[in-house]
């Protein structure tokens, strides 16, 4: 029965859609198609923009799954979609589609809308012919895609949500993506509860924590550093991981920092690349504390876990952005916590689902630097402090955030697709 599973899986393979492929600040979505590639599912990349970060993560270099780049911009390759557009017309689904899609430009009347149409009939006409169906990783411009692909080749499709993608987008828009696909998988509780509200049939919107690859994350032992921030020559070490953009809050951690007492001694590390680093750079400088911090930009996965193992703090003041972005829950801070290093974060979007105030971390409200500025002095004076929250949230990242448990989850809802039957055999084995 299993050689019979294993023969149908290599049958058919599943399109997963990706805004861009491969990208350091997605590492999750890497780990997944690893995991389920290591599962037996076999796996084509879609990728609607090229790669444009410097480095990759190891993780890249193990997946094997081909990559197909759709045009970025149509008008950079305009004689491949004339060409996808004369065979997807011949599509049984192309009226439909068409009405679709003319039916969102009316109101979102924008190039991004064209775009999305012209990338769905280059997919459409160019889709290896073992595609089972599609995946869609986003709601937002990826599930565009996807949605009207699957119309055009009258076949299944399915998403992840995630955050921006969730919180950025018409409400309208939603509940026709939810309408539909046949199943969409969330990574918080927050995410599921809004979803679920927008969706008229029920069980389509599924929790599925995003886990941690404890394997690859494997924790090593940890003494505690004993600094505590009175030695100049010792300084406690400070570091958080994330896009300089306006949802990750790092004005106001800039803010948190400059109100430290003079006579507390500290270094703060920043990895990540994003559009406000130049400002915030500017703004440490205005702040007087520039000479404490180090800006590293985007860095492989290993420099990263390497730095969460060197410092003592973690801390991330996410928020919610101007345009209604927000984070969901941020996998930097699973990734600290199996370190077992403390986090000190906000209570925005589903960072309390992770993260208990008090227990296995600290919390704070977001956008109000002088409680951030309290919560770290806390820590930063009290290595025993450190030491036991840090203990304690490794503790929940291995009990409850494993990567092994949602993959098979998954594993299991992809063997209810159309013509994965096989995949059930598998999950099951």
């Known amino acids: 029965m299993q050689r019979a599973a294993q023969v149908a899986l290599g049958a058919t393979r599943v399109a997963f859609v990706l805004k861009g492929y491969p990208r350091l600040s997605e590492t999750f979505i890497a780990q997944e198609i690893h995991g389920l590639q290591c599962l037996g599912l076999r796996i084509h990349i879609v990728s609607l923009r090229h790669p444009t970060d410097p480095h990759r993560h190891p993780v890249h270099e193990q997946i094997e799954a081909k990559v197909q780049y759709l045009p970025e911009y149509l008008h950079q390759e305009p004689l491949r979609v004339l060409r996808a557009w004369r065979r997807a017309r011949r599509l049984p689904g192309y009226a439909r589609a068409r009405a679709v899609w003319w039916a969102d430009l009316r109101r979102d009347p924008t190039r991004n809308r064209v775009?999305?149409?012209?990338?769905?009939?280059?997919?459409?006409?160019?889709?290896?012919?073992?595609?089972?169906?599609?995946?869609?990783?986003?709601?937002?411009?990826?599930?565009?895609?996807?949605?009207?692909?699957?119309?055009?080749?009258?076949?299944?499709?399915?998403?992840?949500?995630?955050?921006?993608?969730?919180?950025?987008?018409?409400?309208?828009?939603?509940?026709?993506?939810?309408?539909?696909?046949?199943?969409?998988?969330?990574?918080?509780?927050?995410?599921?509860?809004?979803?679920?509200?927008?969706?008229?049939?029920?069980?389509?919107?599924?929790?599925?924590?995003?886990?941690?690859?404890?394997?690859?994350?494997?924790?090593?032992?940890?003494?505690?550093?004993?600094?505590?921030?009175?030695?100049?020559?010792?300084?406690?070490?400070?570091?958080?991981?994330?896009?300089?953009?306006?949802?990750?809050?790092?004005?106001?951690?800039?803010?948190?920092?400059?109100?430290?007492?003079?006579?507390?001694?500290?270094?703060?590390?920043?990895?990540?690349?994003?559009?406000?680093?130049?400002?915030?750079?500017?703004?440490?400088?205005?702040?007087?504390?520039?000479?404490?911090?180090?800006w590293l930009g985007a860095r492989a996965q290993e420099d990263v876990l390497r730095a969460y193992r060197s410092h003592d703090v973690f801390v991330l003041a996410s928020r919610i952005a101007s345009d209604g972005d927000r984070d969901g829950l941020p996998n930097v801070l699973v990734e600290a916590q199996s370190q077992g290093l403390v986090c000190v974060a906000t209570r925005a979007g589903a960072i309390p689902e992770l993260v208990e105030h008090g227990t296995s971390g600290l919390l704070v409200e977001p956008q109000r630097p002088e409680q951030l500025a309290r919560a770290l002095r806390e820590v930063i004076c009290d290595p025993e402090l450190r030491g036991r929250l840090g203990e304690a949230g490794s503790a929940v990242v291995h009990s409850k955030f494993s990567m092994q448990g949602g993959l098979q989850r998954l594993l299991g809802k992809f063997a209810t697709m159309r013509g994965s039957a096989a995949l059930a055999v598998r999950a099951k084995s």
Request: aromatic letters at 8%; one cysteine or more; glycine letters at 8%.
């Open 115 to 294: 775009r999305r149409f012209g990338q769905a009939l280059v997919l459409a006409a160019e889709l290896p012919p073992d595609i089972s169906h599609l995946h869609a990783h986003f709601l937002h411009t990826p599930a565009s895609v996807t949605r009207y692909c699957a119309m055009l080749k009258q076949m299944p499709w399915t998403g992840s949500a995630h955050a921006r993608d969730i919180w950025t987008s018409a409400e309208w828009e939603l509940r026709e993506k939810l309408a539909d696909c046949q199943w969409v998988v969330t990574c918080t509780a927050v995410n599921e509860h809004y979803l679920g509200g927008l969706c008229a049939r029920a069980g389509v919107v599924e929790l599925m924590y995003h886990g941690l690859d404890l394997a690859r994350f494997s924790r090593q032992p940890r003494a505690c550093s004993g600094r505590d921030g009175r030695a100049a020559e010792d300084p406690v070490m400070l570091l958080s991981v994330g896009r300089a953009v306006e949802k990750k809050g790092y004005d106001d951690l800039l803010e948190a920092l400059a109100r430290l007492s003079p006579d507390i001694h500290w270094r703060f590390t920043h990895i990540g690349g994003g559009a406000l680093s130049e400002q915030l750079k500017a703004k440490a400088a205005a702040l007087g504390i520039s000479g404490r911090i180090s």
